[in-house]
């Protein structure tokens, strides 16, 4: 019995995740521009992975694995939203404009896009 | 980029076909060191290809011929995967069979590697040493050292600071872990020296080559080069003057068993120590190519 | 169950390769990368637990480093370089 409902939590965590990495690698290629496809890549990578890890966990038990699983976990919980903001300032900060939005005057240039 | 994720891919097609060290090796190696490196080189080089006016026809030949050579050679050998080819069934079920009684340790690799084998990775590490060597012969007259201190260091990314600063100590730890741990799982010398090094690595990225060049000097860093070289040599030389082979480790220990637990543990702290300190050194010395920029330019 | 997951995690390994190879900027090629990186780490750890091998999340942790420093590498040496041909100004992204 316990075996059933432990293989349900996982089959759930492991589709949610399943999904939520499919619709956000559509959006990478789906989206616009590149400021918008920060949004997809960044989040569901970093939610995405760790319910996908959560399912595995659960399909672990307590071992080794999951302390190990827990630690990829952790790890990608710090640095997938690190690389995102590094890549995002790197862009800004080299002059690549939103392209449809009106922003506020960037630091380097006055007056609107558009 | 694209090479790094072809080095990702390889490796995972490795790790399908059970060689989980190979994959390991490769992962470290190909995606994470050659990546950087490749971009350090990249950055010294000019925007454009100079074309090369008049085709040269004595290498191409040369090469056209090596190839066929080799070609060649490989039709005298067993198809791939074959049963029963000299090395299936004759070497491999030796050391498949024997290393549980002669060396203890679940990680037959390792055994090959470092036991079986090990003048074979002796010579391994003795080449890496040397490459290493060349590197700084070839570039020490050419690093500039920094023109007003430690400019290159990204102090306005807050984000990114907080968390290397966090991430560099279980960097650190994971590199140990899998250095000891390489007897029992995969890992080793070759791939926790690459990850020991890329704690260095990212560090010299985020906070600047000065910093990391406090952190971890120069001189230290060649220190280290020729001490892991010498470990290994030397945990072989130990059992030279005792009267047996070279590089035999049962003498270390009580038991055959205990020797040999040592001398793997040696030799692979040796390889760990050697690989570590000639990726340390090789991207300071491509780093250091460049005079570094200041922060806002960044 | 893994084997969904692993299918799902090569469709959306795939679509990352059509935005790396698509993307306009460098930045989204970048960010492409990033993320066939990530995905990898997963898949690898799918495939241990597919393979009963556990021993592949060593592989996974490593991954998971690697992609981390190579981004970081790339955004550094990339700002780096247009720098180096064109001084006083920007570079193109």
Partial sequence: MTALLLDAVSWVLLMAGCVLVLIGALGLVRMPDFYCRLHPAGITDTLGADLILLGLMVQAGFSLITIKLLLI???????????????????LVAGLKPERAKVPALPEDKGDNQ | ??????????????????????????????????????????????????LNRRPRAIPLIVVFLTGLTLVYGTLDMPRFGDPNAPIHSHVSPKYVNDTAAEIGMPNIVTAVLASYRGFDTFGEVT???????????????????????????????????????????????????????????????????VIFATAFIIYALVFGLETARRALPGRVVRILLATGVLIYGGTGLISFVTDHNFLDYSVLGATAVAGQHLGILLVEFGVGMTVSAVMVSTFYAFAGQNPPISDEDW | MFTATALALLAAMALALVRLYAGPSLYDRVLAANSFGTKTVLLIGVMGFLTGRPDFLDISLLYALLNFIGTIAVLKFFRYRTLGDNVEGEGKP
């Fill in chain 2, 127 to 193: 080449v890496i040493f040397a490459a290493g060597i060349g590197v700084l012969l070839l570039l020490a007259g050419t690093i500039r050292n920094a023109i007003n201190g430690n400019i290159s260091a990204m102090e306005h990314h807050l984000v990114l600071r907080v968390v290397t600063k966090v991430l560099i100590g279980p960097i650190l730890l994971f590199a140990l872990y899998v250095q000891f741990h390489g007897d029992y799982g995969p890992g080793g010398g070759f791939q926790a020296g």
């Fill in chain 2, 1 to 50: 980029m694209l090479s790094g994720v072809f080095s990702f891919v390889s490796a995972g097609l490795l790790v399908h076909l059970d060689a989980v060290d190979v994959a390991f090796t490769e992962a470290a190696v190909g995606a994470g060191i050659s990546t950087v490196l490749m971009l350090s080189t990249l950055a010294l080089t000019a925007r454009h290809e100079s």
């Fill in chain 1, 73 to 91: 976990g952790a790890f990608m919980f710090f640095t997938s939203p690190t690389s995102t903001h590094a890549i995002a300032n790197a862009a």
